[in-house]
């Protein structure tokens, strides 16, 4: 026979808040849980290991909508790469982003270091959409 856990000690053992558990709940990422003749929710080893997937997706940066279709996938024994390929475009395109972003900083701070106190053009630049783009 399994062990059984209280709410309390799945949030402790999945390191998740049991708010978060009761929502996964009520959207359907969880599995209802048995419940004790007191009403109180009982879950099993499977509930654990389940939150702890979705949790660990969670930090990796894929949307709720996108766990529900892996765990769909999971259950249906389908592979889940389109899902995995769609979230690395999604991180490629962020880290793009990003180092345009740190790019254009750079320069930002470069131009201000070689200007006079004063002269710095950082808020300048940032207020000026085009300024970001090159296209001046």
């Known amino acids: ?25 009520k959207i359907g990422l969880m599995p209802e849980p048995a419940r004790s003749e007191g009403g109180q929710r009982r879950y099993h080893r499977k509930h654990r290991e389940r ?7 969670r930090e990796l940066g894929f949307t709720l909508d996108d766990i529900r279709e892996l765990l769909a ?22 880290i793009h982003s990003l180092t345009a972003l740190r790019d ?21 630049v940032l207020s000026d959409h085009q300024e970001c783009h090159g296209d001046h």
């Open 51 to 57: 939150l702890q997937f979705i949790r660990h997706s």
């Open 73 to 94: 996938m999971s259950e249906q024994h389908a592979h889940a790469d389109s899902i995995a390929r769609r979230h690395r475009a999604a991180v490629q395109a962020r």
């Open 104 to 124: 254009e900083l750079d320069r930002m701070i470069k131009e201000c270091a070689q200007g006079h106190e004063g002269e710095c053009r950082v808020i300048e």
């Open 1 to 25: 026979m399994s062990t059984l856990f209280s709410i309390g000690t799945l949030s402790k053992a999945a390191g998740c808040k049991v708010e978060t558990i009761r929502y996964y709940e």
